[in-house]
């Protein structure tokens, strides 16, 4: 079982940065893709980003390329997302998730077996 928990939610306004970052703790050496994940109420959960193992470039969505930065601190079990340039669209509950799956699968948000509570973003215009 491994265990994931997000923190770093909050309220920017347009333009900003926000951190958000997932603790994993358990058996985590049995996933081997990490990803974000977000989702806004009446809405389809839409992926963000996903890191397939440490020695692979990370995917992201079209809507965050460019503006947001994945990363994986293995000495401290975390997982990061970096939010520059934020937009209001952007304003949603952001997931940690991770997965024992393909690269490829990884590469486009695949993951679903294990999740976190997720954290709030909201961005004002």
């Known amino acids: 079982q491994v265990h994931l928990k997000e923190s770093g939610g909050a309220s920017v306004q347009a333009g900003g940065s926000l951190s958000l970052s997932c603790a994993t703790s358990g058996v985590t050496h049995t996933v081997n893709c990490m990803g974000w994940f977000r989702q806004v109420p009446g809405k389809e959960r839409e992926w963000v980003a996903s890191f397939y193992r440490p020695r692979y470039s990370p995917h992201y969505a079209d809507s965050v390329k460019g503006r947001f930065t994945v990363s994986r601190d293995n000495a401290q079990n975390t997982l990061s997302l970096q939010m520059n340039s934020l937009k209001p669209d952007d304003s949603a509950m952001y997931y940690c998730?991770?997965?024992?799956?393909?690269?490829?699968?990884?590469?486009?948000?695949?993951?679903?077996?294990?999740w976190g509570q997720g954290t709030p973003v909201t961005v004002s215009s």
């Open positions: 998730a991770a997965d024992f799956v393909d690269r490829s699968v990884c590469a486009i948000g695949g993951m679903d077996k294990y």
